[in-house]
């Protein structure tokens, strides 16, 4: 390779590229469980901890946590302009801002706190309640500072809807479907629970609380249909006319007391889990019926305490975190047999899923053998965690190398039966593709399906080629004829989890290189191209949440750890692949600043800080900051490196 200097950043050399490693995979070896897995924290907005301190509130549960913490934690979190943000540096989010402003209410800071005057004229700034989500709406529906007839009705005979008619729940994302099955009961006895004494948030109202109209925003488009659909269901709810209402409730609270995990969570997330104790409320479940109390231990297993703040994650993240920090330390040159590794693939061997979940619905001929992203969520494993377990496992060696190929051989089949019509993979299901249900009134975070796409596709195509697999020849080729389709006219690919243009071109990137390079190399150099021309002149990379509105920003923003190592990982596996790039001095000179960035970057401790938020759960709607992915993606990125350069070296 030759060594090129990126403009004002001077190329590090072989020695200090090692001692990053090594400093590196040093801190992430400290930072392992006795158990062998790794899990920090996943951080997201303050709506999260905002509904935990209502729901503790409606339970009587609140005295035995710290609130006062949580008081402080979105305190903190309030920004100069009065308001909270949805990810770091948005400018504020006026549902996030109305959610907490509320909680603190409930916690006792008066309206004429100073903060929350500033908070109160950012709300109303931004057009008050009125103009807030419908989930925020009904938060405060339940606390008695909203109507009731502002929300949408979820009549409960969608549960006795079959599985084979053109629309069931199960046409549902796993998660929308997870949360709206206990709002069916929830939403069907429409309670308000008194939990401040009387308090209200009128002030919140732009326009008076005396002017405001309890209905549905209309689109002006024909989605406006389910407008009135959902007031023919008001008025069956108001004349007690609601058919198959009891069947359809009992049915889903079967559901619900079906998919509890023994640990208490449902569906691995805080939504689910905050709406099946809400519904279990109404049913009226006692606060020691073994449901409940797993319920809420659950969603303090979830709580992130410190000296001064206390918090709940959106979700838990341990096998993904673990999977991604084994591939990392294994890349490093840790030894593939090396006892943290050793503990850490037995823990993965362990929490395979065996049995069978919400997926066979639609997929009845796969058999269970896939992973999940939490501790517990055996009805939700994900396609995602699955390819990247494989490829952590596979990059390992353990005293039980039988049971890993087993396991291994168990999981491409399951990926292989999740295949899509489309070509591609999706996250949970296969085909939940009803784009139509996004226009729901209910569905206002755009997220009630789980379709194909590029990140989840390429993730499956790099599995096959890191690990040498082979999947049914036909079904390899329609998953790369999806991939190279969705590439888009500059060479970029959309990422769907994670921030964003950055995130699915390195992905595809890096499948198309490892799968095929020689084949594919009209795509992998478009978007080379497209990489290189949106570097910062740091030599990093950096594209802000706001992409997922404004197209003109993709592959824009300050740089970060995370996303420089999405780049540099493309680019090298690339290079590796396609060896006469390396020919390309402007391809060089960009992969030397890339690595002088992450270098120069690294704390004493062998860590990387960026306050970016570069996960993507919701485009546009919610996102989240992985503590670990500004750890291990720049360690895999400086290991390829590393090794790429020592190649060259050997070759003379």
């Known amino acids: 390779m030759v060594i090129a200097v990126f ?93 907490a402003y509320t909680a603190l209410r409930i916690l006792g800071v008066p309206a004429t706190d100073p903060a929350l005057l500033k908070a109160k004229n950012f709300i109303v700034g931004r057009g008050g309640i009125s103009k807030s989500r419908i989930f925020t709406k009904m938060h405060l529906a339940l606390i008695g500072c909203y109507d009731w007839r502002g929300t949408p009705s979820i009549p409960p005979w969608v549960m006795l809807l079959p599985n084979n008619f053109f629309f069931n729940i199960y046409e549902m994302s796993s998660w929308a479907r997870s949360s709206t099955v206990p709002l069916m009961i929830v939403c069907d006895q429409k309670p308000v629970y008194d ?61 619900i007391l079906e998919r509890q995990e023994v640990s208490g969570d449902w569906g691995g997330i805080i939504p689910a889990m905050l709406n099946s104790l809400l519904a279990l409320k109404v049913l009226g479940y006692d606060l ?54 050793v503990k850490a693939g037995q823990w993965l061997l362990d929490k395979q899923i065996l049995t069978y979940g919400d997926w066979q619905i639609k997929n009845p001929q796969g058999k269970p053998g896939a992973w999940a992203f939490e501790f517990d969520n055996n009805f939700y494993p994900d396609i995602d965690d699955t390819c990247v377990v494989m490829m952590a496992l596979q990059g390992i060696t353990i005293p039980d190398e039988a049971r890993k190929q087993g396991a291994i051989d168990k999981a491409l089949q399951w990926v292989a039966t999740m295949q899509c019509k489309t ?93 095929d390079a020689q084949r594919f190399a009209p795509q992998i150099k478009a978007a080379i191209a497209w990489l290189l021309s949106c570097q910062n002149a740091d030599g990093g990379w950096g594209e802000t949440c706001e992409s997922y509105r404004n197209k003109q920003l993709k592959g824009k923003g300050n740089s970060t750890a995370s996303q420089t190592a999405w780049a540099l990982i493309g680019l090298l596996d690339a290079l590796k692949y396609l060896p006469s790039l390396g ?70």
């Open 7 to 99: 403009p004002s950043v001077p190329c590090p050399s072989t020695e200090q590229v090692r001692q990053a490693i090594a400093a590196s995979r040093d801190f992430l070896l400290s930072e392992q469980y006795p158990d062998g897995y790794w899990w920090s924290e996943l951080e997201s907005n303050v709506t999260i901890t905002a509904e935990v301190v209502i729901l503790h509130k409606i339970w009587g549960t609140a005295a035995q946590r710290p609130l006062e913490k949580a008081k402080s934690y979105l305190l903190q979190q309030q920004r100069d302009h009065g308001g909270w943000e949805l990810y770091y540096g948005d400018g504020g989010e006026l549902s996030t801002s109305v959610e």
């Open 423 to 515: 070509g591609g993979w999706a996250a949970f299901d296969i085909d939940n593709d009803q784009d139509w249900l996004n226009q729901l009134p209910y569905g206002d975070l755009r997220a009630m399906i789980d379709p194909s796409t590029a990140d989840i596709t390429a993730r499956v195509i790099e599995m096959l080629g890191a690990c040498g697999l082979t999947m049914d020849s036909q079904g390899v080729e329609r998953g790369l004829a999806y991939l190279l389709q969705e590439q888009e006219q500059d060479g970029s690919w959309f990422g769907r989890w994670g921030v964003n243009y950055l995130y699915g071109t390195s992905g595809a990137l890096s499948a198309l290189a490892i799968y």
């Open 288 to 341: 020691h019926d073994p449901y409940v109390q797993r319920g809420i231990a659950a969603i303090d297993n979830f709580a992130v305490e410190t000296e001064d703040s206390y918090s709940i994650q959106a979700c838990v993240s341990p096998v993904w975190d673990t999977a991604w920090v084994v591939r990392a330390l294994a890349e490093a040159d840790l030894g593939k047999d090396h006892p943290a590794l």
């Open 583 to 652: 020919q390309d001095a402007k391809l060089t000179t960009a992969i030397e600043g890339s690595v002088a960035f992450l270098v120069q970057g690294q704390t004493a401790k062998g860590t990387w800080e960026e306050a970016e938020f570069t996960g993507t759960g919701f485009p546009c709607h919610f996102y989240i900051r992985y503590h670990y992915y500004r750890q291990y993606f720049p360690l895999i990125a400086l290991a390829r490196y590393n090794h790429l350069t020592t190649s060259a070296e050997a070759l003379g």
């Open 195 to 255: 939990i401040a004494q009387g308090l209200r948030v009128d002030e919140l109202y732009a326009e008076g609380v005396e002017n405001v109209q309890y209905k549905l925003p209309e689109s002006g488009t024909i989605w406006d249909i389910f407008i009135g659909l959902d007031s023919l269901f008001k008025l069956q709810e108001q004349v007690k006319v609601v058919p198959l209402r009891e069947q359809g409730l009992a049915l889903a609270e079967k559901w």
